[in-house]
């Protein structure tokens, strides 16, 4: 099958996995649950030549004790039976592609996505793998933004100025590489405008795809069930919802004034 890749961007708790479920639903969308492959295998050059140094049998190993990659329902053996046989040299962009390519053939669907917040740091492996992918960065108010890190496991541990900084920090350094790297196959939307005019910007960015709107897109809760894991609920809990065109300027209401003007400084 033809791969056509999307790949969803943004700093956390933007919308990157209330967008992912969204796409998800239509018909010729499908996203991988998030499986930090690209991240965890793919990091850096130097991570990606240890692990292919160790061996593909070590791998097989590595993916088989991966609480992530086994959300897929693949196996490693199957996955990595063209290398293990030595009917391909082990590289694991060349295996990141497999498992893309044989999820998309399951699930039977033009687009293949895959999600990780994280990504928007990772522009550059991903753009060297798929050089024609089509990125979408969603954006958010960083004041409801640091609301939401407040309340997540992750982040809620830093005070709310560390969280305010990292997270300027990458959408300065990621917005401008995505322009760079990707041009016309960077497509940009707010939370705000997803949530409060759900069928124009849908509409506009699936056009963005060549695709159409599809209605079927708003049933969260069956799309969410095949992305979310159980373990995430304490974060995600929100894709199992419908759109609440509501869910915004709650930062309002529960920050500090001393609070929001670190945000808005910084």
């Known amino acids: 099958m033809n791969q056509q890749t999307i790949y969803i961007i943004g700093v956390g708790r933007s919308g990157t996995s209330l967008l992912m479920t969204l796409l998800n639903g239509h018909s010729q969308i499908t996203f991988t649950p998030e499986t930090h492959f690209l ?4 990091g850096t050059p130097t991570l990606q030549q240890l692990i292919e140094g160790i061996g593909v049998i070590a791998f097989q190993r590595t993916l088989e004790e991966d609480d992530y990659f086994q959300r897929l329902n693949i196996t490693a053996e ?3 039976q063209p290398y293990l ?21 399951r699930k039977n669907k033009l687009y293949i ?8 740091d990772y522009q550059e492996i991903i753009k060297e793998i798929y050089p024609n992918a089509k990125v979408i960065h969603i954006y958010r108010d960083p004041r409801d933004v640091m609301l939401s890190k407040t309340k997540a496991d992750w982040s809620a541990h830093r005070p709310i100025w560390m969280n305010a900084i990292i997270s300027q920090m990458q959408i300065e350094q990621g917005r401008k590489k995505a322009k760079q790297l990707f041009g016309a196959n960077l497509h940009e939307l707010s939370y705000e405008s997803l949530i409060t005019q759900p069928i124009e910007t849908l509409t506009d960015l699936l056009a963005f795809l060549d695709l159409d709107f599809e209605e079927e897109m708003f049933d969260l809760r069956q799309s969410a069930k095949e992305l979310v894991d159980e373990n995430e609920m304490q974060w995600k809990d929100n894709t199992f919802k419908p759109l609440q065109a509501s869910n915004t300027q709650k930062w309002k209401k529960q920050l ?9 400084i910084i």
């Open 39 to 42: 991240r965890f295998y793919l």
């Open 78 to 80: 199957d996955l990595l």
């Open 85 to 105: 046989a030595k009917e391909k040299t082990f590289d694991l962009r060349a295996v990141y592609r497999d498992l893309l390519n044989v999820y998309q053939e």
């Open 113 to 120: 996505g895959d999600k990780d917040p994280r990504y928007i």
């Open 256 to 264: 500090s004034p001393t609070q929001i003007r670190t945000i808005e």
